[in-house]
């Protein structure tokens, strides 16, 4: 089993930048995929990036030129570097792992089998 565990969410005013973190531990051989995701209240749960295995990464639109998504192979730990935020980026976000392999990182949030526990962004105008 692969374990999840987000920090670094906080509150910051638009135009902020936050840095989130997910170190991953357990049978972290098993994981093919990675991505972080979000839910705004009264909202779906929206796909934001993923990596996969290999590097190949996929950016939502909403968040594409703003948000980078890195791997510290050494420390088990994926960060989300969030910049330019706006309002409309307050959410939950989760931090997701998976064992299916896509070679074109096209994955849709079913395809993730573990989740972390969220840690909560607010962006402020």
């Known amino acids: 089993q692969v374990q999840l565990v987000e920090s670094g969410g906080g509150l910051v005013q638009a135009g902020g930048s936050l840095r989130l973190s997910c170190a991953y531990s357990?049978?972290?051989?098993?994981?093919?995929?990675m991505g972080w995701h979000r839910q705004a209240p009264g909202k779906q749960r929206e796909l934001v990036v993923t990596?996969?295995?290999?590097?190949?990464?996929n950016y939502a639109d909403s968040v594409k030129g703003r948000f980078t998504i890195s791997r510290d192979n050494v420390k088990n730990t994926v960060y989300l570097q969030m910049d330019s935020l706006k309002p409309e980026d307050t959410a939950v976000y989760y931090c997701?792992?998976?064992?299916?392999?896509?070679?074109?990182?096209?994955?849709?949030?079913?395809?993730?089998?573990?989740w972390g526990q969220g840690t909560q962004v607010s962006v402020s105008s």
């Open positions: 990596i996969t295995r290999d590097g190949r990464i």
């Open positions: 357990g049978s972290i051989f098993s994981i093919n995929g």
């Open positions: 997701a792992a998976t064992n299916k392999r896509f070679l074109s990182g096209n994955y849709d949030l079913p395809d993730f089998e573990t």
